[in-house]
């Protein structure tokens, strides 16, 4: 999976694109929000890292930033920080935060985080296929429907020609 990590702390960054590339995902990195952004402009991630505390642009604008624009596929995003406490998680998933990490964080428990953002991803694209293929299915029924209509209408209209 395609993920970006954004952290201005290089020992912090290198230990969650390491334990991200053991987990089999394909990660870009970004030193600070602004190149994070800029990442984001260029590409297409479903999974998200983010950094609270970053120059240029924190996470909590860009996590806002990127929850304002109307994508078609769903973004997961983390955001990790050295806060802690109930208000600062709350204002994370105020600003679009799927989920919340405290460093310094344990791999074990990472990893299984990151298996469940790996789960809603692939549940939101599940039921994007299924919303596709109905809407699919809908306008073609709709289609034969109209056809038959048409077809009625254009036999009434002849009925009432030949009386």
Not at 69 to 88: A, K, L
């Amino acid at each position: 999976m395609k993920t970006l990590v954004a952290d201005d702390d290089d020992a912090t960054r290198l230990l969650v694109s390491s334990a991200l590339t053991k987990l089999g995902h394909d990660v870009q990195e970004a030193a600070n929000g602004r190149e994070a952004w800029n990442a984001l402009r260029g590409g297409k991630f479903p999974f998200i890292i983010l950094d609270w505390m970053m120059p240029d642009l924190d996470g909590l604008e860009l996590c806002r930033r990127i929850r304002a624009e109307h994508r078609t596929d769903y973004t997961y995003i983390v955001m990790v920080t050295s806060h802690s406490g109930n208000t600062n998680y709350l204002e994370a998933v105020t600003a679009g935060a799927d989920d919340f990490i405290t460093k310094p964080f344990e791999k074990n428990p990472f990893a299984a985080r990151m298996r469940v953002a790996e789960r809603v991803l692939a549940l939101h694209a599940n039921l994007r296929a299924a919303s596709t293929d109905l809407d699919h299915r809908v306008r073609e029924r709709t289609a034969k429907l109209e056809a038959a209509l048409q077809s009625a209408f254009g036999r009434l209209a002849g009925l009432e020609e030949t009386q």
